[in-house]
């Protein structure tokens, strides 16, 4: 049965900073005596002030959080009566009523922290009805043999194994919703619950994990760590084997491969760090017309000396990009000169340091020339210089 508070109400869910609330009890001993601190207030457990009473309406202070409970009590003062009578004095029904509500309010007060004691005895009652607790029993047989003598009267009897060797074997019945992938040995400990007619599984637990688990940091492994087999489809993230990253990658220094090594397709547009293939060094460097090098001007100080080779004998071509192309084309023995376009080709007519035509070879140059002091021209007699 449920039970009314005499002098009592809770509220529950209250929104935050809520200062009214109305009462169904009263303080009042006669209509001409009113007790108004003897309603109290509790905010989630802890005491709240009561700002104003008024009739039924009860003021509390602000500040209530949102989703609070709100117990709003009435608590007779009983260190003395109310009214105290001598001797010869006339008795009165309001004073008479006065004491004797002061006993009656007392008293429901009591009952009603009777009842709220009752209520938190049951909680505690329940809450223990719920716990199980677990039998030791030393290992599987004694699982098993402690099986036979249940029946279904016995339902929610609970065992802990201490010794789970071959407890998902040997299990007679077997245990229902038992792990999978557990090391069952003698340092676990596991957990079972009678249903009626089988186990059913609670937990398992290291019988001791100090020595069967290592700490987050700071332990020292007493053995080799066992790493499940990897592949070249593991995650970047795993731990692999060192038998993984022998037969995978190659080292450093010593190594001798067993096949090609493979290298990405490469294009022009293939970084200078990458590694590039012959094809790639064949098809863009040997026997390509067209290939454009381009240089700065601070290359070009000290000249350029560049080398055509590939299957291609017949036209190879050069092509110097900078404020102008000088274009170098060869066919057969002749090799044509090309300076952007311009019909003219110009020398300087001043001779300014020592020159000796190579030996074998023409020269020519348009003069008059001119020579700085001490400036000679050599001319082998195997060679031939014309200045038109």
Known sequence: MTYTPYASNTFTNVAANTTLFTITWTYVYNPYYIDTAAVLAT?????????????????????????????????????????????????????????????????????????????QVD?????????????????????????????????GKAYEVQNSTNINTAASPVINNLPSGV?????????????????????????????????????????????????????????VTKAFIEATYVD???????????????????????????????NAIAGETNTTYTYASSDTSGGVNLTLTGSDSTTNSIKLQGASNLGVTQAGNVVTLDVGGNPFVENTRTVTANYTITAGRGATSVGPLSFNSGVTVTVPSTSKLIIL
């Open 43 to 119: 905010v989630n457990g802890a005491d709240w002030t009561v700002s104003s009473v008024s009739g039924s309406t009860i003021t509390l202070a602000t500040g209530i959080p949102a989703n609070a409970t709100v117990i709003i009590y009435r608590s007779t003062d009983i260190t003395d009566n109310v009214v105290n009578f001598t001797a010869g004095s006339t008795l009165k029904s309001e004073d008479l009523n006065s004491d004797f509500d002061q006993l009656l309010f007392s008293a429901q007060e009591a009952k009603d922290t009777e009842a709220s004691l009752q209520t």
């Open 183 to 239: 090391e069952w040995d003698s340092g676990i400990l596991t957990r079972v619950q009678w249903s009626g007619t089988a186990w059913n599984y609670k937990v398992y637990l290291a019988a001791n994990p100090d020595t069967r688990y290592a700490n987050i940091a700071g332990d020292t492994f007493t053995g080799d760590v066992n790493i499940p087999a990897t592949t070249a489809s593991t995650p970047s993230t795993a731990v």
């Open 252 to 282: 450093v220094a010593g190594d001798t491969m067993t096949g090609n090594l493979l290298v990405p397709t490469t294009t022009g547009s293939t970084p200078s760090t990458a590694v590039v293939t012959k094809q790639y060094v064949d």
């Open 123 to 155: 909680g505690i009652v329940s809450s223990i009805a719920d716990l199980i607790v677990y039998l030791p029993l030393a290992d599987v047989a004694a699982l098993n043999t402690t099986a036979g003598g249940l029946t279904p009267t016995d339902v």
